[in-house]
């Protein structure tokens, strides 16, 4: 989740049909801090996952390390993200598998990333 605290939280929650409800097994698990509040964050794989925010950064984070590795600076709050994994025929082979990231910014900015 994404919040105005300046972080982005990754929660451990209980799945659906497992015996008994435990409020301990449901709770925060990580946490990952940006430079003003945090607006938005989307998973691109259950490694890694991009966050942006009110600091005009989008972050890409891998979870195991809890560490962002890449970013990028804006000229504009950060306010939306959406992330996917294409694969894509009749590219050059290292596009084949990438991730794609497109972002939003107040003002009404889109951009579009590759990996």
């Excluded at 929650?13 to 430079?35: I, K, L, W």
């Excluded at 950060?78 to 894509?88: G, P």
């Excluded at 910014?105 to 889109?110: E, P, T, Y």
């Amino acid at each position: 989740t994404a919040s105005g605290d300046c972080t982005a939280r990754l929660w451990r929650v209980q799945r659906t049909g497992e015996e008994a409800y435990d409020e301990a097994e449901s709770c925060c698990a990580m946490v990952f801090s940006h430079g003003a509040a945090c607006c938005c964050c989307a998973f691109l794989e259950p490694e890694s996952f991009v966050t942006g925010g009110l600091d005009r950064t989008l972050r890409l984070w891998h979870v195991p390390s809890g560490k962002a590795t890449s970013w990028a600076h804006f000229n504009d709050a950060v306010t939306a993200v959406a992330a996917t994994r294409v694969k894509m025929k009749n590219q050059p082979r290292k596009n084949k598998d990438g991730r794609r990231v497109a972002v939003g910014l107040r003002g009404g900015q889109i951009f579009g990333y590759v990996s």
